[in-house]
């Protein structure tokens, strides 16, 4: 069975954060919550272009602020 969007983006997270995955759930804000500095964040960008081979632009990047907000984001580029 195919990983979903979001079983990858949350291990990308759990991954480069040292976050709980109980922690990584959709409505959690990714520098609040997951405690993502910008530098994690500009890593965890990185990781999922390479992952789904899709480019972010900064732009878009920077109005990333939950975790719902990256997978749709993921999910719109995929596609």
Not at 56 to 72: C, F, G
């Amino acid at each position: 069975m195919a990983e979903s969007t979001l079983d990858i983006v949350t291990r990308a997270l759990v991954d480069g954060l040292s976050v709980d995955e109980e922690a990584v759930k959709l409505e959690a804000h990714i520098n609040n919550d997951l405690g993502a500095d910008s530098l994690d964040a500009v890593e965890l960008i990185m990781s999922l272009e390479e992952e789904f081979g899709i480019e972010i632009e900064p732009a878009r990047a920077k109005e990333i602020q939950t975790v719902k907000d990256l997978v749709d984001l993921v999910d719109s580029l995929k596609s």
